[in-house]
């Protein structure tokens, strides 16, 4: 990395520049937190525990001061923190490494940031070993590499960073929304779609026939769902055993759907007989009122499916299939209700024939559709857009750190003076800290 450094800065092992701290626990009396590398989550860190001494877990044998820098050992692992004044007090497990600043001459939170860099983590995870659990040794960690720049210089890079991440935090929080209001925006085209406000203007000067109240049962040629039992699987058959699972945005995912071979298929196609525009409809657990409709794009003179399933084949001269879809995602609240059960509840079919739909007539009926799918391509148009902005975003992070880590987020200054001056200020003051412990004297860093 020395050649891709800027003036004035420098090259050496993390553990040349910082303190890594040893193990081990002075006797304390009452209580003091503890954190393992579990306790930190979704970038907050939580307590696992509060112990004396006598009883603390033994892997707790770490004690920190304020500005210490910890971070977990084990490989893939993006787990670090700074040790502020809520956590000074504590106890942290053996699982992290623990480093501390000689005598205020590097930025713990400069440290931090780099342990967050991917520069950081390729070393590291490249370094780790193990059989059981993958992890960083201290002997490995001494060859992990680290920039440093001038004091004054690390100080900038800290402030800019603290600002552009904050800047970051605040888009995407506000990013976030975006998936809940278009969720939000979905729902209440399906409410206006199956209520006759999304038409509303439309049917003005229109002779048309008034909305009609109907039970599912009446506008279907049949309900029922699929097999009350299992198939034996078979491998490449060509003949599918679909399951909720494999229904996925509206329409059957093939990728993981399960094979059966001709003789079960047949047995259980008999009573499904799934057709096109066949209206699938998840009758149990935790995906009840899921639906799927039945489109070319599925093989679905191969297909039949799992007990789980409820299969409604509508009466198309009445209702067109993609409206009585829109009527049940417009009504999944409703179906909830209607179910039977609590630990599993269960769309009884008896219940599902009885459910009132309110139907315009066919010709309002495809204008809704009309208008359902052209909202809806809009929508996918906007998320598609976020998915792309949002990933984006989430790289931002990492070509920040990067900039950072080769002084180009900042202005170098003459005024700073020459890393090569710290480092030399920090080997002397390790020298003198090393001799003072030969001699048995308490040494503050």
Not at 377 to 386: H, L, N
């Amino acid at each position: 990395m020395e050649k891709e450094l800027p003036k004035n800065w420098v090259s050496d092992y993390l553990y040349n520049v910082l303190e890594p701290v040893k193990t081990g626990v002075k006797i304390y009396d009452g209580i003091k937190s503890y954190y393992s590398t579990g306790s930190i989550k979704d970038n907050g860190i939580f307590e696992e525990g509060i112990y004396d001494y006598y009883t603390k877990p033994s892997r707790a044998n770490r004690e920190v001061e304020i500005g210490d820098i910890l971070q977990a050992r084990m490989s893939y692992t993006d787990k670090a923190l700074l040790v502020n004044e809520s956590l000074k007090d504590s106890l942290f497990s053996t699982g992290f490494i623990q480093l501390r600043p000689f005598n205020k001459t590097i930025n713990s939170k400069y440290v931090l940031y780099f342990l967050k860099s991917d520069f950081f983590h390729s070393q590291k995870d490249e370094l780790a070993s193990g059989t059981t659990q993958v992890a960083i040794n201290d002997l490995n960690a001494k060859k992990i590499e680290f920039p440093l720049p001038p004091l004054a210089e690390q100080n900038r890079i800290v402030d800019k960073l603290d600002i552009l991440f904050a800047q970051l935090e605040t888009i995407k929080t506000s990013m976030a929304k975006v998936p809940l209001l278009l969720k939000d925006f979905r729902q209440q085209v399906l409410t206006q779609a199956v209520t006759g406000k999304l038409t509303e203007e439309w049917r003005k000067g229109k002779e048309l026939e008034e909305w009609k109240e109907y039970t599912l049962e009446s506008i279907s040629t049949k309900i029922t769902d699929g097999k009350h039992g299992d198939c034996k699987d078979e491998a490449n058959s060509g003949y599918y055993f679909l399951s909720v699972k494999n229904m996925k945005n509206g329409s059957i995912d093939f990728s993981s759907a399960r094979q059966i071979n001709f003789f079960e298929f047949s047995e259980v196609h008999k009573r499904t007989n799934l057709s096109l525009n066949d209206l699938l409809i998840s009758s149990t657990g935790a995906t009840i009122g899921k639906t799927a409709l039945v489109d070319k794009r599925i093989e679905f003179t191969k297909s039949t499916l799992q007990k789980s399933i409820a299969i409604v084949k509508p009466i198309e001269k009445i209702i067109n299939p993609f409206f009585l879809k829109c009527f049940f995602d417009a009504k999944i609240d409703y179906i909830k209700e209607i179910s039977t059960g609590t630990a599993q509840p269960n769309l009884l079919l008896s219940v599902l024939r009885k459910v009132i739909i309110n139907l315009p007539s066919l010709k309002e009926q495809q204008e809704i559709v009309y208008r359902v799918e052209s909202l809806f391509a809009k929508a996918d148009a906007i998320e598609k857009q976020y998915e792309t902005l949002k990933a984006k975003i989430d790289s931002l992070p990492q070509a920040i750190l990067h900039k950072a880590l080769k002084g180009e987020l900042t202005e170098q200054l003459d005024s700073d003076g020459d890393a090569k001056e710290l480092l030399q200020q920090i080997q002397s003051l390790r020298a003198e800290q090393s001799n003072l412990k030969k001699k048995g004297k308490k040494v503050k860093v």
